[in-house]
């Protein structure tokens, strides 16, 4: 099979596409076909060395996919079933989906019935997932919410516009790129604030009464100040990502802890597992096919464009989610 391999921490450029023999499974895992994943900065930042010994290379990386059943050794899973499969150690603990082929354990292993194409499919695991977390089980989001996104163009910030949309909240997104507030207002926000500095005030004007909540991957001591003072009375604000684990050791963390506890969460989709999140995974897929909820999909890249569309997320180009089709 071909995948891309990360011997060493670097730039785009170490991404090296080779042949590899075909992975097999054992009891307890799952060989998938893959047939497209979406692409994660928290890849960029693992193949950049931010993983630390957490990653150790060569490595293929990767933190999501979709595709069909090649061979499920225990037989909790047919044949050719459609499935995506994200977190649980992939890309990171054990070789991920920048591949033709991968293994993944039957706990990170989502079956799915649906009519998606494969691009469609492979924008949705990890960002939904992650944005369905921040949103009902970080914040409690209920209907007509005010909620703020930090930063808003990603597609974490799509996805959690969508999800808002449909109980009629509202949105702010907070970007620092003039040039994605088309896309991002046309994804459903109610407003884009192009700003690299404190935007509360700008807030207030519209929502005297705060934010009941506040969706915060940018992480520092600037952008947590800023989000105390957004926060209304019961409002909550959720750290959120990936690796939003480690956020809670960061000094500027523990700080926004000291002042606002319990209102201050994290969410990781590092916990994510089929047999917990598996049901929620189908409903958003349901809501994707119905229309309810809109991917925004912002650009498709083929497998041998993977160098090129890391290119173009180191120069901040994407507003929403980019998929890799094989």
Not at 118 to 130: C, K
Not at 176 to 194: C, F, I, T, W
């Amino acid at each position: 099979m071909k995948a891309y391999v990360v011997y060493q921490a670097g730039g785009p450029e170490v991404l090296k596409l080779q042949e590899l023999p075909d992975p097999s499974a054992k009891k307890g895992q799952v060989h998938i076909a893959v047939k497209a994943f979406g692409l994660n900065r928290a890849e960029a930042v693992t193949r950049m060395g931010g993983s630390g010994k957490a990653v150790p290379f060569p490595k293929v990386i990767g933190i999501e996919c979709v595709g069909e059943v090649i061979d499920c050794p225990g037989g909790e899973l047919p044949i050719g079933q459609t499935v995506a499969a994200a977190m649980g150690g992939m890309g990171r603990k054990y070789n991920g989906s920048y591949a033709e082929q991968t293994v993944v354990p039957l706990s990170n292993v989502f079956p799915l019935e649906t009519s998606l194409d494969w691009v469609d499919l492979a924008a949705i695991p990890e960002t939904y997932f992650t944005a369905w977390g921040c949103c009902f089980e970080a914040c409690k989001v209920r209907e007509g919410a005010r909620v703020l996104v930090r930063p808003g163009a990603s597609a974490l910030g799509v996805a959690i516009t969508q999800i808002v949309n449909h109980l009629n909240g509202r949105v702010i997104g907070v970007t620092r790129s003039q040039h994605k507030v088309d896309k991002l207002m046309k994804a459903g926000m109610e407003k884009v604030m192009v700003s690299s500095d404190p935007v509360a005030d700008q807030v207030l004007d519209l929502w005297p009464q705060g934010a009941d909540a506040i969706i915060d991957t940018i992480v520092s001591a600037a952008s947590l100040k800023d989000d105390l003072k957004i926060k209304s009375k019961k409002g909550r604000l959720c750290l959120a990502g990936s690796l939003a684990d480690s956020y809670s050791t960061a000094p500027a963390a523990n700080a926004a802890l000291a002042l606002a506890r319990p209102s201050v969460t994290f969410y990781s989709s590092e916990r994510l597992s089929a047999k917990k999140d598996g049901p929620k995974l189908q409903k958003i897929v349901e809501r994707v096919e119905s229309g309810v909820y809109k991917l925004h999909t912002d650009a498709v890249y083929g497998f041998d464009d993977l160098i090129r569309a890391h290119e173009d997320m180191e120069r901040n180009a994407f507003a929403g989610k980019v998929v890799i089709v094989l």
